[in-house]
């Protein structure tokens, strides 16, 4: 059983269009976080949410915590090359150990 | 944020020899965590590493073919033993930190050792 689902798993876009990466479940989190990954890297942090409702910009990508902290988006606005790479929400519940709960992942690849 | 390291950062292995991964963060850390991943998907957990007493194995995952060492609060290893090539893929290790959001510990992961095995 998948507790995090995220979609879509795989997306090919033009620079300059616009996308949306979700991530759902029915399980609530304590705080849900971000990643980017290019090849050959480990995950890098975009982004921790926390309070229901929540919205964060990153220059060009915007993230949002559903007000039931079940689910969250990122939207990243008139996409670069740059921008290509797997990304992956991963979710934190409370007296977990501080495990956190991944979704499959987007692969994004932006072509110029 | 931290800086984590990992060695080696690939390697290649004959098939029923192992392999040890280091893992070394560059603060003291409370939670350490050991996750295996395939390229260009998401991240599967192996154990988590806890300071001064044994690993937290995941299901599907036994001390036997994954011992880990965590001998302080800034440095853990992981084994990959009697290696078969089923063991070829991407191994990261993580650490929990208070970031930004000082309110929750927000993980930060290394750059990944690749592991071929033949």
């Known amino acids: 059983t998948q507790l995090l689902e995220q979609s879509p798993q795989f997306l090919s876009i033009q620079e300059g269009e616009n996308l949306t990466v979700y991530c759902n479940s029915s399980?609530?989190?304590?705080?849900l976080q971000w990643y980017r990954q290019e090849p050959g890297e480990g995950p890098v942090l975009l982004v921790t949410?926390?309070?229901?409702?929540e919205v964060k910009k990153l220059k060009r990508l915007t993230f949002q915590f559903g007000d039931a902290r079940k689910d969250s988006s990122l939207h990243i606005t008139a996409a670069q090359p740059g921008d290509t790479g797997l990304y992956l929400c991963a979710g934190a519940r409370n007296n977990q150990g501080g495990k956190l709960i991944f979704g499959q992942g987007t692969e994004l690849s932006v072509k110029p | 944020s931290a800086v984590i390291s990992q060695k080696p950062s690939r390697d290649i292995c004959q098939r029923g020899t192992s392999l040890t991964i280091q893992c070394q963060v560059d603060?003291?850390?409370?939670?350490m965590f050991w996750y295996r991943q395939q390229p260009g998907q998401s991240l599967t957990l192996i154990a988590t590493?806890?300071?001064?007493?044994?690993?937290?194995?995941e299901s599907g995952f036994v001390i036997d073919k994954f011992p880990i060492s965590r001998p302080n609060l800034t440095f853990s290893t992981l084994t990959v033993s009697n290696m078969s090539p089923e063991d070829s893929s991407i191994y990261l290790c993580?650490?929990?930190?208070?970031?930004?959001?000082?309110?929750?510990?927000?993980?930060?992961f290394g750059p990944g050792t690749r592991l071929l095995v033949l």
């Open positions: 603060s003291q850390v409370t939670m």
């Open positions: 590493a806890n300071q001064g007493s044994e690993a937290t194995y």
């Open positions: 399980s609530v989190f304590s705080s």
């Open positions: 949410v926390v309070t229901g409702g």
């Open positions: 993580s650490a929990n930190l208070r970031g930004d959001i000082r309110i929750v510990e927000t993980q930060y």
